[in-house]
């Protein structure tokens, strides 16, 4: 006759998920990766300092230089490189340093250890982005004529796109990690091929990129034109939200459903 | 008996590899032994156990329930892995504080039952150091900690006595001893017949995928005895320990290993030399000793031929 299990059940999932993020937020803040993440996004701050040191003779103000790093550094390249690095690592680092055993041997649902791992990845992203984007600003644009109270406004939506950014390249790399036993390349390939080609492509073909719809989220009022001009399409902010979030969500529920079925077989 | 693990015709291929072959037993509480030379299944059949893998074909439950996929038995099942993976940043209390927190212990609870089960494994001094620090054999017993901190009634222990020194060895398998006592069903799997012995008489015998039976381990000890056993032992002082060794009646080699200055011995009955190891390991530092060969292979391959 076989044991019937004492009457205990699966955590529930939010629970569940907060025990695991306070566990990956540990293991994820800390590390080398983040501290060398942290200098490359720093980079436009120490840019900032040398242009207020020695200004351009280029007609282009700090503000309007502020909203050029924003679209191109921030959200076309460096963002989803972050994500990529980051994301695609949720689950298969965890494979990789063997430690999964202890999350799936325990009353926690695989949902719970996923959410609390991409939580754990949110946390992180934007600890490593806010402060670095808001110190490029104030670099840039406090005490220049469009200064610090003018923008303000900007900057809040700049931050709003570069989560949203993390956010939907995070969720599609998390689907490509728990996909794949190597993401990391598939992942560059589908940064700096597909999407660094196909969105400057005439047409509607910027319409199946995703940096497309982020950099139509950066709109700054006095250099709105000069970016329009910049890239060949640009979306209006309402869409770019609506397909950004949902490419995010389904991205997300996707890599949670494979994962949920997922046998990992991590051997001594 | 009141199974808790139960195989049912269970088999696993990792592609066209067959890992187990239509294993099928029942344990209920009490200490069991998994042994088999390696590459016989032991880890598979572990894995398979601990709900880590899922049957190609047959069943297995565990607690009532399939062990794939029901992660709700983990309140009462409690696993030290045969990796050497441990979050390296954390302290060894964090490490098993963090574990309990998933099982849905508060920070007061976790804490308090970490404390403990980090005593038990006689790792209270350090366990506020990071584990990244620990040596071999202080990983593997923070490694039992958290399996045993959540006082699970079923234990899976894959290698548990790896590199361990004498001291803990005996510690350990007395802690074994004592948990099946109190009605705990714990299944290990080692290579050291000598400890295992200690606590049970229990063993499945497993080779080539297939467990070949619920055996007696004093007939099982018997056969290996006509086979030297391979040990291998780290010390500060490996000189001074070979000199007081080499007397032993049944030691067959001794040698140091220039490469590591580990001491290499073969020897036919292992009693005596682990006895004696014990009482010296504090004079010669003894840091750890493994068994680095049970010549399980030639054992079991008699035993199929029965």
């Known amino acids: 006759m076989t044991a019937e299990a004492p009457v205990l059940a699966i955590r529930p999932v939010w629970p569940g998920a907060r025990d695991v993020f306070f566990i990956s937020i540990e293991r994820m803040l800390p590390r080398a990766r983040s501290f060398w993440v942290f200098l490359l996004l720093a980079l436009p701050v120490v840019l900032g300092v040398l242009l207020r040191i020695y200004p351009p003779k280029a007609p282009l103000t700090g503000f309007e230089f502020y909203g050029v790093i924003v679209a191109l550094f921030f959200v076309r390249n460096l963002l989803p490189l972050v994500a990529l690095l980051f994301g695609s690592a949720l689950i298969s680092d965890a494979v990789d340093s063997k430690t999964l055993t202890y999350f799936l041997t325990r009353p926690v649902s695989r949902l719970s250890i996923f959410l609390g791992e991409f939580g754990a990845y949110l946390v992180t992203v934007l600890t490593l982005t806010v402060p670095c984007v808001v110190l490029t600003y104030l670099v840039l644009c406090v005490g220049t004529p469009q200064g610090a109270g003018f923008g303000a406004t900007d900057l809040v939506q700049d931050l709003g796109a570069c989560a949203l950014t993390l956010f939907t390249y995070g969720g599609l790399f998390a689907l490509l990690g728990v996909s794949l036993k190597k993401p990391l390349i598939p992942g560059l390939l589908f940064l700096f091929v597909w999407e660094g080609f196909v969105a400057n492509f005439p047409g509607d073909a910027p319409n199946y990129t995703i940096t497309a719809y982020a950099r139509s989220l950066i709109r700054h009022r006095p250099s709105e034109e000069g970016l329009a001009e910049l890239f060949s399409k640009f979306f209006g902010v309402g869409e770019s939200v609506l397909v950004l979030g949902s490419v995010g969500v389904i991205s997300l529920a996707l890599a949670i459903w494979i994962f949920s079925r997922r046998e990992y077989v991590i051997s001594s | ?306």
């Open chain 2, 1 to 306: 008996m009141t199974a808790r693990v139960v195989f049912k015709n269970a088999s696993r291929w990792y592609g066209p590899v067959m890992a187990l072959n239509d294993v099928s037993f029942e344990l209920g509480p009490g200490v069991y032994g998994l042994l088999g030379p390696n590459g016989a299944g032991k880890s598979s059949l572990l894995k398979l156990a601990s709900g880590q893998l899922r049957p190609s074909q047959g069943s297995v439950e565990l607690l009532g329930r399939p062990a794939f996929g029901s992660p709700e038995v983990f309140h009462s099942v409690g696993l030290c892995s045969d990796t050497d993976a441990l979050f390296d940043d954390f302290t060894g209390l964090q490490f098993v504080s963090a574990l309990l927190s998933l099982n849905g212990f508060d920070r007061a609870q976790a804490h308090k039952l970490a404390t403990e089960a980090i005593e038990t494994v006689d790792l209270k001094d350090a366990m506020h150091r990071k584990v990244g620090a620990y040596s071999k054999g202080m990983r593997q017993r923070i490694k039992l900690a958290q399996a045993l901190a959540h006082q699970p009634e079923v234990l899976f222990l894959d290698e548990p006595l790896t590199g361990m020194d004498p001291q803990n060895r005996k510690r350990i398998s007395d802690l074994m001893k004592r948990l099946g006592d109190e009605g705990r069903t714990v299944l290990v799997s080692t290579h050291i017949l000598h400890e295992l012995e200690q606590v049970t008489r229990r063993v499945l015998l497993i080779h080539n995928g297939r467990v070949l039976a619920e055996g007696d381990l004093r007939e099982i000890r018997d056969l290996l005895d006509r086979h030297p056993r391979s040990v291998r032992i780290k010390a500060t002082n490996t000189r001074g320990l070979a000199r007081e060794l080499v007397t032993l009646p049944d030691l067959v080699s001794l040698n140091i290993e220039d490469a590591t200055g580990h001491l290499l011995a073969e020897i036919r009955k292992p009693e005596a030399f682990f006895t004696k190891v014990q009482e010296l390991s504090g004079a010669f530092g003894v840091e750890e000793m493994w068994v680095t060969d049970e010549n399980l292979e030639s054992v079991f391959s008699y035993l199929v031929s029965k």
